[in-house]
Structures are given as structure tokens and as C-alpha cells.
């Protein structure tokens, strides 16, 4: 079993649609969590970043961890064009170690 | 404010020959680290280091060697390229060990 497991898609949903991405993951010792996006060809960009439980919420995004559950979601409200990308979900133990990341989930909206 | 620099953006090499990659972190960053993506996959950790020192090693081979200079910029390095090397080498900075990492755009890197 890997230690983060992410559904690759590919997703695809109209403009405006909620988007939902999800990560499991296996290691009870992870306490940060982030979602980054990347655009074809270009390098992750940090969107959201939690720590421990509880949600967070950024304009369109809302990050929720689970850990009871070994859990975390990203919610996208009013899907645009431009969210097209590979989203990643990362974590780590501790702030600033290694981040293990998913393998991506591939979002297509289309206008 | 300039983000993290890499360099080169692209190039290829052949099978056995070696690579030198360059990474300029943001300015004020002390902590730089390495990741290897490959086609389809989420980024695997490589390198961390912080004040020029290792701080941590993933399960790379040693053909990976990395460091990092009085400036904090750093160098990852590989030798005897295999054509599984092939991927897109990205470096982050941190201010510090212990804050959020930003990626770079990345090196892609082709093996023939």
C-alpha cells in the first residue's frame, strides 16, 4: 500500500460546477497537509496548506482534513477554465521535512 | 520578488554521461530541497539541505549527490544517467527547515 493514494482521473465537470479531490493516506504520523496545483509543464504551486484537522477555506478553496479517517478533500466552488490542472496533495510528519506527495488528479473544466 | 531559479529548463543526455542541474533560491531562503517527477507521478524527495548541511536523503541511489553553497543556491548532481532518470527536476526554498516550500519550474531532464 503506498502511504498516499490519489485517484489520477482524469476529472472533468462543466464551469461552475463544486469539484471534489481526495487523498487517503496510511501513515497516522502525518500532521501537514497541502494541496498544490500544476499546470502542464510548470512547477507545483502551493494552494492550501493545513495543519492537523479541522477545514480551511481560501476564496473558491476549501481544504478539510480528516485524520481520523486518514482523510483529506479539496473542494473547488464555481469551477473556472483556469482550474484546469494536475492537483496534488502533499503531506509530511513535520513542518518543513520531506512531502509526500499523491500522484495528481488531472481537472478539466470545461466553459 | 523572483521566485526560485533553475537552470537549465531542458536538455538531454545520453545514457552513462552525467548532469549538473542549478537551483537559485527565493531571496531569504535559507533551505533548499530537490524532487524528482516523474511522467504521471507526484514529485519523490531527494534532497533537503539548510545552512549547506544534508538535513535529509530520499531513496535515491548515490549516483544522486546534491549541495548547496555559501549563497544558498545548490546544485543537484547525477552520474552514470540511466534512461529511468528521465523526468522533471524540481527545486524548492524554504526560509527555514521548518516553513512551507515553493517549487521552482523545474528542469526537464531527457535521457537517450
Known amino acids: 500500500q503506498k502511504e498516499v493514494e490519489q485517484d489520477p482521473g482524469p476529472l472533468s465537470v462543466p464551469e461552475g460546477a463544486i469539484v471534489s479531490l481526495n487523498c487517503t493516506y496510511s501513515?497516522?504520523?502525518?500532521?501537514?497537509f497541502m494541496w498544490y496545483r500544476q499546470y502542464s509543464r510548470k512547477g507545483p504551486e502551493l494552494l492550501m496548506y493545513?495543519?492537523?484537522?479541522g477545514n480551511k477555506e481560501d476564496g473558491r478553496f476549501t481544504a478539510q482534513v480528516d485524520k481520523s479517517s486518514k482523510y483529506i478533500s479539496l473542494f473547488i466552488r464555481d469551477s473556472q477554465p483556469s482550474d484546469s490542472a494536475t492537483y496534488l496533495c502533499?503531506?509530511?510528519?513535520?513542518?518543513?521535512?520531506?512531502?509526500?506527495f499523491g500522484k495528481g488528479t488531472t481537472l478539466s473544466v470545461s466553459s | 520578488d523572483a521566485g526560485v531559479t533553475q537552470s537549465p529548463t531542458h536538455l538531454i543526455k545520453t545514457r552513462g554521461q552525467h548532469v549538473t542541474l542549478r537551483c537559485s533560491p527565493i531571496?531569504?531562503?535559507?533551505?533548499v530541497s530537490w524532487y524528482q517527477q516523474v511522467l504521471g507521478q507526484g514529485p519523490q524527495f531527494i534532497f533537503q539541505?539548510?545552512?549547506?548541511?544534508?538535513?535529509g536523503r530520499g531513496n535515491f541511489p548515490d549516483r544522486f549527490s546534491a549541495r548547496q553553497f555559501p549563497n544558498y543556491s545548490s546544485e543537484l548532481n547525477v552520474n552514470a544517467l540511466l534512461l529511468g532518470d528521465s523526468a522533471l527536476y524540481l527545486c524548492?526554498?524554504?526560509?527555514?527547515?521548518?516553513?512551507?516550500?515553493?517549487f521552482g519550474e523545474g528542469s526537464w531532464l531527457t535521457v537517450v
Open positions: 524548492a526554498s524554504s526560509p527555514g527547515p521548518g516553513n512551507t516550500i515553493y
Open positions: 501513515n497516522s504520523a502525518f500532521q501537514y
Open positions: 493545513t495543519y492537523s484537522s
Open positions: 502533499a503531506m509530511s510528519p513535520q513542518a518543513g521535512t520531506a512531502l509526500i
Open positions: 531571496s531569504g531562503h535559507k533551505s
Open positions: 539541505y539548510y545552512e549547506k548541511e544534508e538535513r
